[in-house]
Every structure is written in C-alpha cells, then in structure tokens.
C-alpha cells in the first residue's frame, strides 16, 4: 500500500479541485495513493463526462492522463483516500467494509471522481483492490446508459485495463473505472458511525450531507418537525423512492442492494451483476449469488424501504423522537406509488396518472408476465402503434403467443388515447420507453471483443445508449430479441 502521493509532484490536467470529504478528517477514511497498473491502454471514454468535469475531452486521448487515471501517476491538486462504511448486506449485519478498492481522488466541478480497481486498501479485507475488465466495462455502460434513460446515477468518464492477471472463478485482467458523482456516501456510512457509537461523527457526517445536497433541511420547517435530521431522512427517501420506481419502470434490477450500495444521494451506484429485463418476469433474480431471491425484481421496492429503515435507524442518535423517523419513512409509501404510477401513465402516453391508467397498467403487465413478452420490445412497439393508429398495425399483437387478452386491451386503449390529440401520446411514448437498453448479451459481446483488445462495440453501445430513445438506424441490432444463449450468461457478485 502506497501512502498518499505528494500532490506537487502531480500531472496538471487543468482542473480545480476542492476536496471536501478530505476536510471531515481521518475518522472518515484513510489517506492513501493508487497501486500501480502495469501498461495500461484505453477501454472506453466518455466525452459527455469529461465535460461534465470541465476535462478537455482531447486529454480523454493523452498517455498521462491514462497513466493518472489507472493510478500510475498522481493529479496535481488532488487528496486520494479510501472511505470507511459498513453495512447489511443480505439483510444482516456485515460489520466493517469501507472502499475495498475504490480511491477517491478529490472533487472537481462538484463532482467527486473516484477510481474503482485502483488497489488494495485498508478495507480490502480478503479482496484484493482490483476489479476485472468484465464488470468495469458494465459499469462504465450501465451508468451512461442510465443517465441516457434520465434515471439518477454514478457516471463513468473511462475505463482503462491491463494485462495484469486477476483471479476470481477464472483468470481475468484488471481494469479501472473513473466513476463520478457528486457524492459517493452511502446508507452504510451512517451506520458506521451509528454502530461505533461515535455520534460525534455521525453528526458531522449528517450536517456535511445536508450543507452540501440537502440544505432546505435546515430552513424549510415544513419537513418533519423542524428537525433537519428527520428532514434528511424525509429527502433521502423521497430521492430513494423516485429512483426505484424509475428502475421498476424500465425492468432495471439492481442485483446487489445491500445499504452499503445505497447512496445518501439517491444515485444508482455499485454496479454489479444488475440486469435489465428481457421477458417481463417480475421474479427475475439478476445476481447468481442471490440463492434466497431477496433483490428480486419485484422485491426491490421493499428491499429500498427496508435499507431506509436502517439508514432512520443509524440517524436515531441525531433525529432522537422516534415518531419523526417513522413520519419521515411513511414519505416511501406514497412517494414511490405515486413516482411509479406517473411513470407508467407516461409510457402509456398519458402525461398525468388517474385511476384508469392504473388499472391499464396493471391489466397489461398481467399479459406481459402470462405471455413472457420482452419488456423494452413491447413498449417500444406500443409507442410506434400509437403513432401510427392502423388498424392493420399487428405489430404488438404480434408479440403474444395468445393474442385473446391483448385484443380487447388494445381497443380499451386505443379509446383512451384517442382522447388525446394525435402525436402529442407518442411524442411522449418514444421520449420514455427506450428503444435501447444494455441488455445483458449486449454487454457480454462488448466484453467478449474487449477481451480481443477491440473495443468498438463498447463504442457503439455508448454512442447509442447515451441517447437510447432516439433511432440509430445503423444500430438496429442492439434493439432486437435477445439470442437465445442470454438466458445462460450467470452473473454474480463476484467482479
Ligand atoms: P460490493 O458488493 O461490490 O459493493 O462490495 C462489497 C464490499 O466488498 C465493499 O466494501 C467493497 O469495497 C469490497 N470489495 C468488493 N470487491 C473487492 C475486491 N476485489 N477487493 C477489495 N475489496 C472488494
Ligand atoms: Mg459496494
């Protein structure tokens, strides 16, 4: 482990950076530098990123910078440091983990810039601080194609790789992902402190949260009783509920929502072996280690309003009235239907939700489940059919073995939306269900060419995920049915 590098000596890559999470001091983390990558060569960039950061997208192509960004040389002005966390992972309480081999290198334009893969830590424990090309090239993808789909995420300016061996169930190669947000705190930081009874951290940790992100906790006496804390746990839930429910609306499954995956920011963070649906199964279990199915798809509401629970539970010492916790929770149970129900009415064309929508919803998602039809597919072909309003147009019936339960459905529908005036349903259709998402095959054949040091397609599929909802005619294959060996690709936590 290398201690943290003199920052004069640093590659200048002209930002700013401020470092705030550096200024809680070192009951927070543990200063420390990236472990060196052996000849490292670019995996996948992203422009739109770098000038989020204010990054000159023409460094994106430099040798310093990919030496800087897979830890072979320190940035000037930067404070690098590894976290510390704990968390319940499984539902049960895991004890201390921390960035087990994510550093963080500081904060610029307000966002923070980590590198995921970068090294041993002192919360590696039995890791060994690398991660492999394999799920840092689905990370890199997810998080723009999230951002794509308008769904509150961690950003990824880059993956770099190297020929350096890892082990996990087989030999791979190492990888670093520059991920960005504009924190990375998670439920499990609280709990931290919470546990260790250090409430004199945890008050630090809570006011640094609510200064930066959510300072209308302290002045809007609206929120929960004046208390800024059980305020915090009110917008922490709210931004929870918002997120899920975007992810139950386009048949993204997270895979891993243990608290410590949990941001204080709302962000969909720590990608693993997530999923998006294929077939509509509202079972699916994406993570091949998650024997017991508890973040199954349909579970995953449930599962974010347990970890709210335990995060209320570690901001007990600072919210002190139990009753605020719970009034700040209840937020979940409105927030989250009514998030998910505006969602859905929006993929049906329908910029307000009513009880009718609802009940349309649930009618069709009943035939998507009973005739296994592809989620993305289907949506995607209902907003073209609403477009079109032909008669003859069969292409969404066309999608169900047994058409006698779409057929009265699509003529209920088709009277509801003849309500509306024409094109202004579809235009809204096709601004909400994507055409493109990263289905698993897809992110496993960028894998398998990556793995061949040809990495177009991990290209191509940014290009396209970054603006899922528009056409890209000469990509016309990343939207077609999965092939039939997607259904045997295992994807576990191990990555
Ligand atoms: P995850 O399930 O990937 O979010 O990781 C859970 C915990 O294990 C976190 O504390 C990670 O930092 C740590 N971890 C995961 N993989 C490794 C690794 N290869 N080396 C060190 N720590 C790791
Ligand atoms: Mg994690």
């Given at each position: ?12 890559v002209?930002l ?12 927070f983390?543990a200063p420390?530098?990236?472990q060196?990558l ?6 996948g960039r992203?422009t739109t990123v770098?000038q989020t ?7 994106l ?7 800087a960004l897979s ?11 590894a ?5 319940h ?11 087990g081999r994510a550093?963080?290198?500081g904060e ?8 995921k893969?970068a ?6 424990r039995?890791?060994?601080g690398r991660a492999?090309l394999?799920?840092?090239i689905?990370?890199?993808l997810?998080?723009?194609a999230?951002?794509?789909l308008?769904?509150p995420t ?7 790789g190297?020929?350096?061996?890892v082990?996990r169930?087989?030999m ?5 992902v520059?991920?960005v947000?504009p ?9 931290h402190?919470?546990?260790h009874d250090q ?15 959510y300072?209308?906790?302290r ?10 804390y059980?305020?915090l746990?009110?917008?922490?839930t709210e931004?929870t509920a918002?997120m899920?429910?975007?992810w139950q609306s386009v ?11 949990m941001?204080i920011?709302g962000?969909?963070i ?5 999923q998006?649906?294929?077939v509509y199964?509202?079972?699916?279990i994406?993570?091949?280690s998650?024997?017991?199915?508890r ?15 335990c ?5 007990m ?18 927030a989250?239907?009514?998030a ?9 064309g329908?910029?307000q939700?009513h009880?009718?929508h ?6 069709v998602?009943r ?5 296994r039809v592809?989620?993305t597919?289907f949506?995607?072909?209902?907003s073209?059919w609403?477009?079109?309003r032909?008669?003859d147009?069969?292409?969404v019936?066309d999608?169900?073995m ?16 003849a ?9 809204l259709?096709?601004?909400?269900n994507?055409?493109f998402v990263l289905?698993n095959?897809?992110g496993?054949?960028?894998?398998q060419a990556?793995?061949?040091k040809d ?6 599929l940014l290009?396209v995920?970054?603006r ?6 000469a990509f016309?294959?990343f939207a077609?049915f999965p092939?039939?060996?997607?259904g045997?690709?295992a994807?576990s936590?191990?990555?």
């Amino acid at each position: 482990m290398n201690t943290a590098l003199n920052s004069q000596e640093g590659l200048h890559v002209g930002l700013a950076w401020n470092n705030s999470f550096a200024h809680l001091g070192t009951d927070f983390y543990a200063p420390l530098a990236p472990q060196p990558l052996p000849a490292p060569y670019w995996v996948g960039r992203s422009t739109t990123v770098a000038q989020t950061l204010g990054l000159d997208p023409a460094a994106l192509g430099s040798q310093e910078l990919l030496e800087a960004l897979s830890g072979n040389r320190p940035i000037s002005g930067t404070q690098t440091l590894a976290s510390v966390y704990s968390g319940h992972q499984f539902g049960v309480w895991a004890g201390q983990l921390g960035d087990g081999r994510a550093i963080l290198l500081g904060e610029t334009s307000g966002q923070e810039v980590q590198l995921k893969g970068a090294g041993l830590t002192p919360f590696s424990r039995m890791g060994d601080g690398r991660a492999v090309l394999r799920s840092s090239i689905r990370e890199f993808l997810c998080s723009e194609a999230m951002h794509g789909l308008g769904i509150p995420t961690s950003r990824a300016l880059c993956v770099t790789g190297s020929d350096a061996p890892v082990r996990r169930e087989e030999m791979e190669t190492a990888a670093v992902v520059t991920r960005v947000a504009p924190s990375f705190i998670r439920f499990g930081h609280f709990e931290h402190f919470c546990h260790h009874d250090q409430h004199g951290q945890l008050k630090i940790l809570a006011d640094y949260v609510i200064d930066r992100f959510y300072p209308q906790c302290r002045t809007d006496n609206s929120l929960v009783g004046g208390n800024p804390y059980a305020a915090l746990l009110q917008a922490v839930t709210e931004r929870t509920a918002t997120m899920v429910a975007l992810w139950q609306s386009v048949g993204f499954c997270h895979g891993v929502m243990n608290t410590d995956n949990m941001s204080i920011l709302g962000l969909t963070i720590d990608y693993g072996p997530f999923q998006f649906l294929d077939v509509y199964d509202p079972g699916h279990i994406c993570n091949h280690s998650d024997t017991q199915g508890r973040y199954a798809f349909y579970k995953q509401p449930n599962v974010a309003y347990w970890n709210l629970l335990c995060l209320g539970q570690a901001l007990m010492p600072l919210i002190e009235k139990q009753e605020l916790a719970m009034a700040a929770l209840e937020h979940f149970k409105t927030a989250f239907p009514q998030a998910l129900a505006q969602r859905m009415a929006m993929k049906l064309g329908f910029a307000q939700s009513h009880d009718k929508h609802q009940r349309l919803t649930e009618d069709v998602l009943r035939l998507l489940v009973e005739g296994r039809v592809d989620y993305t597919i289907f949506w995607r072909r209902l907003s073209l059919w609403a477009r079109e309003r032909r008669t003859d147009d069969s292409s969404v019936r066309d999608l169900f073995m047994d058409a006698s339960g779409i057929d009265p459905w699509l003529l209920h529908y088709s009277e509801l939306l003849a309500q509306q005036p024409q094109g202004l349903a579809a235009d809204l259709m096709l601004k909400t269900n994507p055409k493109f998402v990263l289905r698993n095959h897809l992110g496993e054949l960028a894998i398998q060419a990556a793995k061949t040091k040809d990495f177009t397609l991990v290209h191509q599929l940014l290009q396209v995920l970054e603006r899922p909802f528009d056409e890209h005619p000469a990509f016309e294959s990343f939207a077609a049915f999965p092939p039939d060996w997607a259904g045997g690709i295992a994807i576990s936590c191990s990555s």
